[in-house]
């Protein structure tokens, strides 16, 4: 694809044209006089052009404009229904771009946000349709089974005006701890339960040649990957995870600067001076952490549920035939317990064009998707092609060709799937071989979340000119730079840490914590 012209500029045309469109959409219903109204459907099936990302899925990158899974669901729905797969990441971000900036918008599109920069004054400029009251009078499947107040969401909302519609991620929080239940049977212990259960088991890793390779010091007890990505642990159990903003003395107050934050790190000082964690936490790539822990330098990572049998199935590990793995809960500590804060839960936001015509019918496709009805296909496909049913029992292999070439399950249950990320409901889960284990997994995930002050709170302007200063672990960070030199012992904790909070306010961080209090009062009405 050809580049044109910077963004901003793109932006007037985007503006213009859609106006523009608008009112031709206007002028044709005036001339015709017969657009069908809600009580007066065509008989012929509405055609929904959706626009969306086909976010790396193989089947997703192939499907053809016959494909059998988008005409099924077309038939089930009474509608005509064409996918349109843009890239993923930084290409689907251009391309949406230009989208927006041609103005030649299709009838239903995947966002992130009803104020995401790829079409930045969008919704400002009446681009987007106001969907409350259509959702009111068409969608009671949308009411009644996405999340209540899911709807406050900035990315849903403004003014209390609702302008997207959710697709919702596969899982509320998704973060257990990952451990050798292995190596715990051949010590002799049980599964940690305390701070202090993790630590005894941390020294035993250490003491003994655990992956029997002749080398007692070449696995740890706790595996860390470089800026800590998925690696938050021994945080929450002192009431100081990273990302998190809690109301502190009237003032909405990041973690990083609390005064918490320097018992967690004080912990974390002690796991690298011991030999708990591995001493290339600040370096170890995303490869080579998963492949050390497949190589069984690891007595326990943190990693998503969903990763059960994937990264982590045991025929990758080069121990497979020993290899026993249990996913486990993080202990309680002396100030809290928690994995991952809650999230919105949205994957990414529909919205609809101001220039669709009779958007009620596309707000019909949506609630449609949530019904009972739409269950079995989103779930499970195509019958006797992905399924076959016997004595009302539902057949269904994620292995079996139909289903596992190019993941086409994935095609169903996720890249057409107008819920969002459908991959562990409970009734696909269940005809997993790992059902028990993905299970009580997913509940330690669903336990693990930990509520915080700063669940909607939109991207501060504050912070865009200063991504050193944003909470969190991220590569960059005046955070991450202190707690690395605080770890590995080339600074003292106390005087590293009031240095890091008086530079962390001076450079943009008082203004930061003003706008998210702003932010906080205004959202919980104070
Ligand atoms: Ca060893």
Known sequence: MKQRKPQKLLFTVLLSGALLAAGCAKEETGKTGAEPGPSQQSKEPRNIHVLLSHANAPYAMKAGADDPYVKEMSKLSGTNLKFEFLGHGGDFTKQMSIRFASAELPDLIRTDSIQSSMHKGALEQGVFTELGPLIDKYAPNLKNKLPK?????????KDGKIYGIPALTAMNTNRVVYIRQDWLDKLGMQQPKTLDDYLKYFEAVKQQDMNGN?????EYGFYVRENLDHSLFF??????????WQMRNGQLTPNIIAPEMKEAIAFWRMLYEKGYINPNLFTNKSADWGAGIRQGKAGSWTHAVTNYNLDWAVDKFADKDKVKLSMIAPPEGPKGKGLMPVTDQIYFVWVIPAKTKNPEEIVKFLDWAWSDKAETFLDFGIKDKNYTEQGGQIQWDPNAPANSADSAYNFYQ??????????????????????AALKSGMKIAADAGFKHDSLHMPQLESLNTH???????????LFLEMFAKVVTGKEELDPAFDKFVAEWKKRGGDAAIKEATNWYNTFHKK
Do not use: Y
Request: net charge negative; no cysteine; hydrophobic share 30%.
């Open 414 to 435: 996720l890249s057409i799937n107008p819920r969002g990320d459908g991959r562990m409901e409970t009734k696909i889960v269940e005809k997993s071989p790992d059902a």
């Open 214 to 218: 002749g080398d007692a010091n070449d």
């Open 149 to 157: 107040d899911i709807w406050q969401s900035p990315k849903l909302s």
């Open 467 to 477: 991504p050193e200063l944003v909470p969190g672990t991220g590569s960059g960070t």
């Open 235 to 244: 945080f929450q159990e002192f009431n100081a995870h990273p990302e998190v």
